[in-house]
């Protein structure tokens, strides 16, 4: 009886207050490294706004395992041969401007990256940095992008109202919404607080 009641505590806390979460790629080096293990809280933004910089859990589009955008046909590359392409109300051209929505659907795996714009915010990448409201964030934290597909996309998109544009610390090796959208933040599961594995990176993220 003891040990059910202790299973059913542990299974309430993950699925309403706090989850571990294992780094699986090397999308948020160095800040955070294959193998690590956080701690997410899921409460948060239940009683906060989500705020540029959180490194969050989420439920990406669906779509985003092969980095296709929303806002444009199934086929190709969001970042890849140049050719204008048009979803929605969009019309853009792949090779110079971000995704700018995500599909409608999410996708069944857990992704985590760093919020790095919010609703209503504008957003154009260059060299990897993101440009938000026209000013180049300050990111000591990143690790640079290198000469590699989506460093540059000088075109400009808005995120749309309840969506954040997320992006990985490792710029040149991460799938983010330069290739597939922001996310609605109803897809968040929460915010990575502590980091508690290995010994030797215990502590605050």
Known sequence: MIVALAVGLALLIQAFVVKPYQIPSPSMVPT??????????????HFEDPKIGDIVVFKPPAGAESDRCGARPVGGHPAGDGNRSQGGDVTYEPGYQPCPLPT??????????RIVAGPG?????????PVVNGVPAEEDFAEPCG???????????TVPEGHYFMMGDNR?????????????????IGKAFFTYWPPNRIGGV
């Open 104 to 113: 409608p659907e999410k996708a069944d795996v857990n992704f985590i990256k």
């Open 121 to 129: 915010d504008t957003v154009s990448i260059q060299d990897g940095v």
């Open 172 to 188: 040149g090796q991460s799938a983010d919404s330069r290739f597939w959208g922001p996310v609605p933040e109803e897809w968040f």
């Open 147 to 157: 000469n590699v597909m989506g460093c540059d996309l000088p075109g400009e998109i």
């Open 32 to 45: 955070l490294e294959v193998g690590q293990r956080v701690l997410v809280n899921r409460f948060i933004y």
